[in-house]
């Protein structure tokens, strides 16, 4: 088992930034991908950037590419989502998750078999 704690939410102004941290819990941190995804009022949760199980590989939805940044340090059992350039459109509840995802697969919610509570990021125009 695996339990993530995010932390880092809060009010931006548009064209701010923010840091999201993701704390796991148990040894077997390493093993796992690491996704995070979002979902904003009346609509479902989307995916928004994975890293492999090393840091290897990276995957971004096309709307953050080049303003967000996914990052993981096993040492610390931990996942950041280093977010730029925020827009209104990305006011939502960030959920952090963790899984054996296989290549082809990070997008998906379903590969994942652990999430965290959730963060809200509110970004005012």
């Known amino acids: 088992q695996v339990q993530l704690v995010e932390s880092g939410g809060g009010l931006v102004q548009a064209g701010g930034s923010l840091r999201l941290s993701c704390a796991a819990s148990g040894r077997t941190f390493s093993r796992y991908a690491m996704g995070w995804f979002r979902q904003a009022p009346g609509k479902e949760r989307e995916f928004v950037a994975a890293i492999s199980w090393n840091g290897g590989r990276t995957y971004y939805e096309d709307s953050v590419k080049g303003r967000f940044t996914i990052s993981r340090v096993n040492a610390k059992n931990t996942s950041y989502l280093q977010m730029n350039s925020l827009k209104p459109d990305d006011t939502a509840v960030y959920y952090c998750?963790?899984?054996?995802?296989?290549?082809?697969?990070?997008?998906?919610?379903?590969?994942?078999?652990?999430w965290g509570q959730g963060t809200q990021i509110t970004v005012s125009s």
């Open positions: 998750a963790a899984g054996v995802v296989y290549s082809g697969n990070y997008y998906y919610p379903s590969s994942y078999d652990f």
